[in-house]
């Protein structure tokens, strides 16, 4: 069928029921966070036996990974993303770590260098979510910046998580540079039939700040901790937004990079 792209019609009725579907597909996306927010709520309070806290969260998180593949929730491509993003952030959490950025202060069997294995989990969570939206939304990239644009500015953004410590932060830099390389971009989705587009940069920002609530439900639970909630749980700052939506772009440049390699393989 012909698909055309046009908005949201007046009538409420039809706006609330398209709203619904897309909440419903974006909740779907969303069941490996869920299982983690989940996980982290309940050991939080339940009392554990036999091993700490963050050994059990590694665990539900491996098993979670394998009920997801096992049931075709999750294909062996998308697996292969997911794991490259949990190497990426757990290489990111070893660094801040170390530098102090934040902390992880319970004890754990399963705990490197300071940093509980668990943890790349919550990074490999977002992939594992762009991965299930842009299937179930039947994503496509329109004016898709060239190959040399693209890798050499996720490397850029990805770098400068660890490069601020010691040399001048760039990110605003880097988000101009966004900018400029996505200005023509577009993504389009499909719900209910039809499909639906925005500006590439504002997916990023909604992306960003979504996680940024995120974190903030996170940190209450204890999954992490920045050196201001020692004391007691704060909010997050919202300057942390800058950093979700630089980390966000890195992911969606590698799976939107890879399902473009893909898609010409498959051709």
């Known amino acids: 069928m012909h698909l055309t792209i046009r908005k949201l019609e007046a009538q409420p009725t039809r706006f609330l029921k398209q709203l619904f579907r897309f909440g419903w597909e974006q909740a779907l996306s969303c069941l490996f966070p ?26 539900i998180c491996l098993l979670m990974q394998w009920a997801m593949v096992k049931s075709g929730l999750e294909t062996k491509d998308e697996l292969k993303v997911i794991t ?28 490197f260098f300071g940093v509980p294995l668990y943890s790349g989990f919550m990074y490999a969570s977002v992939a594992s979510y762009l991965c299930q939206a842009w299937r179930r939304l039947k994503v496509d990239l329109v004016k898709w910046p060239p190959f040399l644009a693209v890798v050499p500015l996720a490397a850029a953004i990805y770098l400068n998580f660890f490069t601020h410590h010691y040399w ?12 400029v390389v996505f200005w023509r971009s577009w993504v389009s ?45 704060s909010l997050v700052h919202l300057g942390k937004v800058s950093s979700w939506l630089l980390l966000v772009i890195v992911s969606f440049l590698i799976v939107a990079t890879l399902k473009q390699v893909k898609g010409k393989n498959s051709a």
Do not use: C
């Not at 993003?85 to 170390?98: D, P, S, T």
């Not at 001048?168 to 900018?179: A, E, K, N, P, Y």
């Not at 499909?190 to 996170?218: D, H, K, T």
């Open 34 to 59: 869920v299982v983690i927010f989940a996980s982290l709520a309940l050991t939080k309070f339940l009392p554990l036996p036999i091993l700490p806290r963050y050994d059990w969260l590694l665990i």
């Open 189 to 233: 989705y499909e719900v209910g039939g039809i499909l639906y587009r925005m500006p590439l940069a504002l997916s990023f920002v909604l992306i960003g700040f979504f996680i940024w609530i995120a974190e903030n439900i996170a940190t209450f639970f204890g999954a992490w901790e920045y050196p201001n909630q020692t004391d007691a749980w």
């Open 168 to 179: 001048i932060d760039i990110r605003w830099w880097l988000s101009g540079m966004v900018l």
């Open 84 to 111: 490259l993003f949990h190497i990426i952030g757990l290489a990111l959490e070893l660094f801040k770590v170390h530098m102090g950025s934040w902390a992880y202060p319970e004890e754990g069997y399963s705990k």
